[in-house]
C-alpha cells in the first residue's frame, strides 16, 4: 500500500531542487561566499526602503486590484518609455509576485496540451518545467560559447505545425550575453512567419554594461500583438526579495493573462506596488544601481583574468562566465562547482546545470559579481589557491 506522499504528482515527487537552491544550501552550510545564486549582498536603495516603510504606514493593507495598482502599472509604462522609448498604455501592463510567477502564467495563457515551445540551451532552469506541467513539450535549439549567437536554421528546423511559441530570455542569464539588432530582427520574422506567440524574459533589460539601451522583441514591425514582455523590479534595483515583476503586452493579450494570474498568486504586496511605482518615476535610482554594480562586475572579472581564469566576454546581468577547460583546469563545472564550495569556500554554478540534453558545454561556471569589492577579492583569493592545489 502506498502512502499519500507517494501518490503525489510525478511531475515533482522525482524533481531535484534547483542548482541555485542546491548551492546556496550548501554555501549556509559550509559559510562560504556565495557566487551562485544571483542577489547582490546590500540593501535596496534607501528611497526604496523609505518609500515602502511610508506606504507601510499610510496606506492600505488590503488587496489591491489583481492586475495591479494604477499607479504601478502607469510607473511601469512611463519607465519603459524613457528607457527603451516604447509606447504603452495602462491596460498594457499586469503586475505579478516576481518574474518567475509572470514566466509561469505567460505559459499557462499560451501553451495547450501537445504544442511545442522553442527553448534556448542554455536556459532558466523553470522554463522547461513549466512548458511540460502546461501539457506542452520543450524543444531545446542548443547556444554555443563564446558567443551564444541565435542559429536562424536551427530554428527554422525546429519549429513544426505544433509549434506555438519560443521562450527569448534577453539579456541572457547564464551568459550575461544579449542579442544583437540582426538576431532579434530573425527572431521576430519566424515570429511572424510561423504565427508564434514570443514570451519574452527581459529580467535583466536594466542591468547592461555595453552603454547600448535594451531593444525589446516588443518594438519590432508585426511583435506588439504577439509578445508577452517580462520585467523584474527585483533586478531593477536589487531588490530580489520583493518578488515583484509585470506582465506586458497587448491590452487583449493582458487581460487573458491577467485571468491566468488571479488564480497563481491573484496580487502582489501593495506597500511593494507603492514604494517601486515612485522609484520607477525617478531614473537616477536605478542608474545608481547599475553604475555600483558596474564597478563590482570589474572588481571580480578583472582579478579572475588577473589570476589566470578566462572569462567570457558578456555585456550584461550579475554575473560572469569562466571558461576553465581553457583555463587549464581539467575539471568539468559540476565537479569544480561541487569541490570549490567545500574546499575552496566558494559557491557558484555549474552552466551544465541550466542545459537539458545531451551536447551541451561542460567546462563553463557562472559567478555573480553584484557583492562588495572585498567579499570578491577574498572569493578570487580563495579560488587561486585552491587551483594551485588541484
Known sequence: MTTPAQRLSPVYTGMPVTIFEHMSGLARERGAINLGQGFPDDAPPPELIEAVV??????????????????????????????????????????????????????????????????????????????????????????????????RDAIAAAITP?????????????????????????????????????????????????????????????????????????????????????????????????????????????MLQWALAEALADPAIAGGRQASWGGSRAVLIDGLRREGFVVLDNAATWFACIDLAASGIALDDRTFSERAVREAGVASIPLSALWEGAGGPTSILRLCH????????DAVARLARWRESL
Not at 488590503?62 to 504603452?88: C, H, I, K, N, W
Request: charged letters at 20%.
Open 162 to 270: 505544433r509549434t506555438r511559441a519560443l521562450i527569448l530570455n534577453d539579456p541572457l542569464n547564464p551568459t550575461g550575453t544579449v542579442a544583437s539588432d540582426a538576431e532579434l530582427a530573425m527572431l521576430a520574422e519566424l515570429c511572424v512567419a510561423h504565427d508564434l506567440i514570443a514570451i519574452c524574459d527581459e529580467v535583466w533589460e536594466n542591468v547592461r554594461f555595453d552603454g547600448k539601451p535594451h531593444r525589446s522583441l516588443l518594438a519590432l514591425p508585426g511583435m506588439a500583438e504577439r509578445t508577452i514582455k517580462i520585467g523584474s523590479a527585483g533586478k531593477i534595483f536589487g531588490a530580489t526579495g520583493w518578488k515583484v515583476g509585470w506582465m506586458v503586452a497587448a491590452p487583449a493579450m493582458a487581460a487573458v493573462l491577467g485571468r491566468a494570474h488571479q488564480f497563481l498568486t491573484f496580487t502582489t504586496p501593495p
Open 370 to 377: 553584484c557583492k562588495p569589492a572585498a567579499t570578491l577579492d
Open 54 to 151: 511610508r506606504a507601510t504606514r499610510e496606506r492600505s493593507h488590503q488587496y489591491p486590484p489583481m492586475a495591479g495598482l494604477a499607479e504601478l502599472r502607469d510607473a511601469v509604462t512611463g519607465f519603459y518609455t524613457r528607457a527603451q522609448g516604447l509606447s504603452l498604455v495602462r491596460d498594457d501592463v499586469i503586475v505579478t509576485s516576481g518574474a518567475t510567477e509572470a514566466v509561469a502564467a505567460a505559459i499557462l495563457t499560451v501553451v495547450s496540451p501537445g504544442d511545442e515551445v522553442i527553448l534556448f540551451a542554455p536556459a532558466y532552469d523553470a522554463y522547461a518545467p513549466l512548458v511540460r506541467r502546461a501539457g506542452g513539450t520543450p524543444v531545446f535549439v542548443p547556444l554555443r560559447p563564446p558567443h551564444w549567437h541565435y542559429p
